[in-house]
């Protein structure tokens, strides 16, 4: 098969001719149709992650179509049009049996603890408790940009912060996993705050449903700036990027007893932000954080989807070849284009 792969990190990644994945017992082998381009990727070749061993495949926001099937798989056949969440639980550990799948202690990451999905085909274990079958309907490319940002944006607005219809919602970051966050939050009723360095950024945030945009370039306070808009802080803030300026103004954005998620990935120099806690403290704040979503709770964000509250679609700013893809992802932390960028098979 053809795959976008480096020998070392931050070395460069090419496409070139790998040897195909076996399906061993559970396991499924899924023809890639579409991945998407995620920062989190830009990390693990960075060198960011533990996980990794080298020569690497990134890659872990897929759909496609099922191409072998391993001894014990009983739930999936050769055909099946699925997605899967990006860290799949084994099913059989107490975090699993809990139905917290998505910080399962053994779990398994597609483009991290393996090769991924930057390539024509990918092994998924455990997959009889993991994949997730495609409505006729949905493009690949559309699931695709479900399988990391989009869910973990689902289940930190919803789920870890409980958002309720109403109330005052800051985003800082409006990436992939910032504008899905815009996007959810408004579909249930949050008034959103889009906070970015980019107009450009800003401008299609407003277009998810942002009611007002703020430039972190252009602004010397940003807390202050949430606060003087909200008259006294947001209930729910999101840190969308992953940096220590966004996740200490997340929570300085926050009015008494909000709520702070963080979505945003926190590594290499980024890794430990100085948090401030004496307004942790003063105003009894939560910081959450938020880490996929189970396969199982799917299904009330796809009937979302299929019934037009929610339109992933609208997030993709571009597809690109595997080649492209490669070097998109090697310049990933330049922060350039809109949207997000998926690599089509």
């Not at 920062?39 to 926001?61: A, C, F, T, Y």
Request: hydrophobic share 40%; proline share 4%.
């Amino acid at each position: 098969m053809k795959a976008a792969i480096y020998e070392q990190f931050q070395g460069a990644i090419e496409a070139r001719q790998v040897a195909d994945p076996e399906p061993g017992p559970g396991d499924v082998i899924v023809r890639v149709k579409a991945t998407g381009l995620c920062r989190s990727d830009w990390h693990g070749w960075m060198g960011h992650d533990d996980d990794i061993s080298l020569p690497h495949v990134p890659g872990h926001e897929l759909a496609g179509v099922i191409e072998a099937v391993g001894r014990g798989v009983q739930s999936w056949g050769r055909g099946d049009r699925v997605t899967v969440p990006f860290c799949l639980g084994c099913g059989r550990c107490l975090q699993c049996r809990s139905g917290n799948q998505q910080v399962c202690g053994h779990y398994y990451q597609p483009g991290f603890t393996g090769w991924g999905s930057f390539a024509e085909f990918v092994r998924i274990p455990y997959a009889d408790q993991n994949l997730v079958r495609l409505p006729e309907e949905m493009e690949f490319t559309t699931a695709a940009v479900l399988g990391c940002r989009f869910i973990t944006s689902y289940r930190g607005i919803v789920a870890q912060g409980r958002l309720r219809g109403g109330e005052w919602v800051a985003v800082h970051g409006c990436g992939g996993v910032g504008l899905s966050a815009i996007m959810i939050a408004t579909a249930l009723g949050g008034n959103v705050i889009a906070v970015d360095i980019d107009e450009e950024k800003l401008t299609l945030a407003r277009q998810m449903g942002a009611v007002a945009g703020i430039n972190a370039r252009q602004t010397d306070d940003v807390p202050a700036a949430v606060r003087d808009i909200t008259q006294g802080g947001v209930h729910l803030s999101v840190d969308a990027l992953g940096s220590r300026e966004t996740c200490r103004n997340s929570i300085l954005s926050l009015c008494i007893r909000g709520r702070h998620i963080q979505i945003g990935l926190m590594a290499g120099p980024e890794a430990n932000p100085e948090i401030p806690m004496h307004a942790v403290i003063a105003r009894e704040l939560e910081i959450l954080g938020s880490h996929g979503m189970q396969a199982h709770q799917y299904p009330e964000m796809m009937r979302m989807i299929q019934s037009e509250k929610l339109y992933p679609e609208r997030m993709i700013g571009k597809q690109v070849g595997l080649e492209e893809a490669a070097r998109e992802l090697m310049a990933m932390n330049t922060f350039q284009g809109k949207g997000v960028t998926v690599a089509v098979f």
